[in-house]
T-cell receptor, first 114, second 110 residues
Framework: KAGVTQTPRYLIKTRGQQVTLSCSPISGHRSVSWYQQTPGQGLQFLFEYFSETQRNKGNFPGRFSGRQFSNSRSEMNVSTLELGDSALYLC?????????????FGQGTRLTVV | EDQVTQSPEALRLQEGESSSLNCSYTVSGLRGLFWYRQDPGKGPEFLFTLYSAGEEKEKERLKATLTKKESFLHITAPKPEDSATYLCAVLKGSQGNLIFGKGTKLSVKP
C-alpha cells in the first residue's frame, strides 16, 4: 500500500512569491492535515481537511491556505512568502480523523525562502 | 494552555544501555497519546498510540506506557539504528489535530 506522497520534495522561492504544495494521502484515507516543522518551534498544526471541508485550523496567518479535492488529495498555498516561512511542511493522512486517530506522515516538502 | 513537554532534549547512550524518554502533558480531554520516530530529512514514522492510563504497547526494543500526566518510551538494549528523534503528540477533545512536543534526540553509539 502506497504511503503519503508529497510533491515537490524541495523548493526554493523568493520572498514575496507564492507557493503551492501537494499531498496525496494513503488510499482510503479521508482526513489530511498539514504541519509546519522548524528547529525552533517544532511541529505546528496548520489545518485539517476532511471530505473537502476544513475542519480545524491552527494559529497561522491567512497567507496560509489549503484545499482538498474529491479524491482526498490536498494542496496548501502560501502567499507573499516571508523568510520565516522556510520550513519542512508535512502532510499527514488518517482514515477518519476522529476516533482511532493514527496519522501517517509523508516525507515532507522542504521550502527555503530567500 | 495545552502543553506537551519532552525530556531530555538529547540523550546519548552506548549500545545496549537501556533508558527511558519522558513525555509530560497538560491537556484537557485527552483522546490519545502518540509516539513517532523521525529520521533527519524525513517525515515522522508512527510507532504507538495509547488511549488510557495504564496502557502499555511494545514493538521490538521499544515499550510505551501511559499515566494520567505522562508517558514513557522505554528503550531496551538499544542499537545504533535506534538513533533518531522521538516525538510525542497528544490528541485532545474534539479537535482533529495533534499537539507535538519538541522531541528527544537519541544517539546510540556502538
Amino acid at each position: 500500500k502506497a504511503g503519503v506522497t508529497q510533491t515537490p520534495r524541495y523548493l526554493i522561492k523568493t520572498r514575496g512569491q507564492q507557493v503551492t504544495l501537494s499531498c496525496s494521502p494513503i488510499s482510503g484515507h479521508r482526513s489530511v492535515s498539514w504541519y509546519q516543522q522548524t528547529p525552533g518551534q517544532g511541529l505546528q498544526f496548520l489545518f485539517e481537511y476532511f471530505s473537502e471541508t476544513q475542519r480545524n485550523k491552527g494559529n497561522f496567518p491567512g497567507r496560509f491556505s489549503g484545499r482538498q479535492f474529491s479524491n482526498s488529495r490536498s494542496e496548501m498555498n502560501v502567499s507573499t512568502l516571508e523568510l520565516g516561512d522556510s520550513a519542512l511542511y508535512l502532510c499527514a493522512s488518517s482514515p477518519t480523523g476522529q476516533g482511532a486517530f493514527e496519522a501517517f506522515f509523508g516525507q515532507g516538502t522542504r521550502l527555503t525562502v530567500v | 494552555e495545552d502543553q506537551v513537554t519532552q525530556s531530555p532534549e538529547a540523550l546519548r547512550l552506548q549500545e545496549g544501555e537501556s533508558s527511558s524518554l519522558n513525555c509530560s502533558y497538560t491537556v484537557s480531554g485527552l483522546r490519545g497519546l502518540f509516539w513517532y520516530r523521525q529520521d533527519p530529512g524525513k517525515g515522522p514514522e508512527f510507532l504507538f498510540t495509547l488511549y488510557s492510563a495504564g496502557e502499555e504497547k511494545e514493538k521490538e526494543r521499544l515499550k510505551a506506557t501511559l499515566t494520567k500526566k505522562e508517558s514513557f518510551l522505554h528503550i531496551t538494549a538499544p542499537k545504533p539504528e535506534d538513533s533518531a528523534t522521538y516525538l510525542c503528540a497528544v490528541l485532545k477533545g474534539s479537535q482533529g489535530n495533534l499537539i507535538f512536543g519538541k522531541g528527544t534526540k537519541l544517539s546510540v553509539k556502538p
